[in-house]
């Protein structure tokens, strides 16, 4: 879909890949915005790269299954590296040939095997919303948890967004969005918690120059007052 242009003519390209079947559970653009990648809901949760998504198959497809678990996210990293979170593991996967060559990531003794919700690139990091409402920090190299946040509080990190190399906003299931700068790996700044009072699936969070944007999906009380339909709340990043 192109924004752009008028409402009969957004749409710019249909792709159709071979083996994708009854869904689409995930899909991320590269940074470049040049590869697209994506997850099907077959039994194997297939996980399908396409080199140029303009061009479409012919532009060159890498796939293979994730696994069993449902795939919950996936990212793709600036150096060609894609993640994928399911209910049980991080995985990172890279184009080798016309296929992907799959790694698991390592929790150590760091980390508690949950599922893992949500997950953005991070600089050369993966950081990684939990179902314990903790954000993980993973070292895209060595594939091993190099930090963890207690973020949350009653239930999963939601919604992430990476704003720069150093500022991340994570929503919740106890209705905050949490914005802290993480300068890994030496120290996490307290997250500046703003109380929306909403389930994090109405949060819309995105960053713009001047600084951080909420949009509240619905009307919902902030503070003494009520946030209108779609109202907007703007922040400063540090």
């Known amino acids: 879909w192109d924004a752009t242009k008028p409402e009969g003519d957004m749409l710019i390209r249909v792709i159709q890949l071979r083996g994708l079947k009854r869904g689409i559970s995930a899909l991320r653009f590269s940074p470049d915005g040049k590869s697209l990648a994506l997850v099907g809901q077959d039994d194997g949760h297939t996980l399908f790269v396409l080199a140029d998504w303009r061009a479409g198959p012919r532009g060159g497809v ?12 996936v990212a793709f990293g600036g150096d060609g590296v894609v993640a994928t979170v399911d209910v049980r593991a991080v995985r990172f996967w890279t184009m080798e040939g016309r296929g992907l ?30 179902a314990t409402g903790r954000l993980y920090l993973f070292d895209v190299e060595s594939g091993k948890l190099a930090d963890k946040l207690k973020a949350h509080t009653g239930g999963a990190v939601n919604t992430l967004y990476v704003a720069n190399k150093t500022t991340i ?70």
Do not use: H, N, Y
């Open 101 to 130: 060559r799959g790694r698991r990531g390592v929790l150590g003794k760091r980390g508690r095997q949950q599922p893992f919700v949500t997950c953005a690139f991070f600089g050369g990091q993966l950081v990684v919303g939990t």
């Open 169 to 238: 906003a994570s929503g919740g299931r106890d209705g905050l969005v949490k914005v802290c700068s993480w300068i890994w790996p030496m120290s996490v700044d307290s997250p500046l918690a703003i109380d929306l009072t909403m389930p994090s699936s109405e949060m819309l969070i995105s960053f713009a120059s001047a600084g951080m944007t909420i949009a509240s999906a619905r009307a919902r009380p902030f503070g003494s007052t009520r946030l209108p339909l779609a109202s907007v709340v703007k922040l400063p990043v540090r």
């Open 62 to 73: 890498f796939s293979r299954e994730t696994g069993t678990a449902k795939v919950l996210d």
